[in-house]
């Protein structure tokens, strides 16, 4: 009896090994950044892989965090510097419910952001791990997560602007 217990449980933790879902990288620094597609606020899809080439900056937040609105314009003003240069500010919102792409809309309109906006489907933010925001991700030109900032800190532009100076 206790070898045939032995056999079964040996099978089942093999099936188990061997049935293992494919790993997804953890969105670290020198990892592939995860890629996603999702709606702006205007309801265009936007995939990670339309900005092949250029350097990123992936903005979690929402309209609700007040650490969130004060990011929102020092990425504003990189927007402004260097949308010529190649380089893209992403903005994904975790507002939800019936209303929330009016509010963000009217929020970006409001506050004068010409990033783009983009609206979280819930896969975007798990595949990089967003528990608390603001949280910010700086990507090179071939989407390898170079630097995260967690929560907002004054200067938060000045110190992403030194990453994408190296990056460009």
Avoid at 141 to 159: A, C, E, F, Q, S
Wanted: hydrophobic content about 40%; some cysteine; charged content about 20%.
């Amino acid at each position: 009896m206790k070898i045939i217990l032995a056999v079964i449980i040996s099978a089942t933790l093999f099936s188990l090994h061997s049935c293992k879902r494919e790993e997804i990288p953890l969105p670290v620094t020198g990892n592939k950044a995860p890629s996603f597609t999702l709606k702006d606020i205007h309801g265009k899809q936007v995939r990670l892989s339309d900005f092949s080439g250029r350097v990123v900056v992936i903005d979690f937040w929402a309209t609700w965090c007040g650490p969130c609105k004060e990011s929102t314009a020092e990425l504003e003003k990189l927007h402004r510097r260097y949308q010529d240069r190649g380089v893209v500010i992403l903005g994904i919102s975790m507002d939800s419910g019936g209303g929330a792409m009016q509010q963000v809309k009217g929020f970006a309109e409001k506050n004068n952001l010409a990033y783009p906006m983009l609206m979280d489907n819930g896969k975007a933010s798990t595949s990089y791990a967003v528990y608390n925001i603001p949280v910010t991700y700086v990507l090179d030109k071939n989407h390898v997560i170079v630097k995260t900032y967690k929560g907002y800190m004054p200067g938060l532009g000045d110190r992403i602007t030194e990453q994408i100076e190296k990056l460009l």
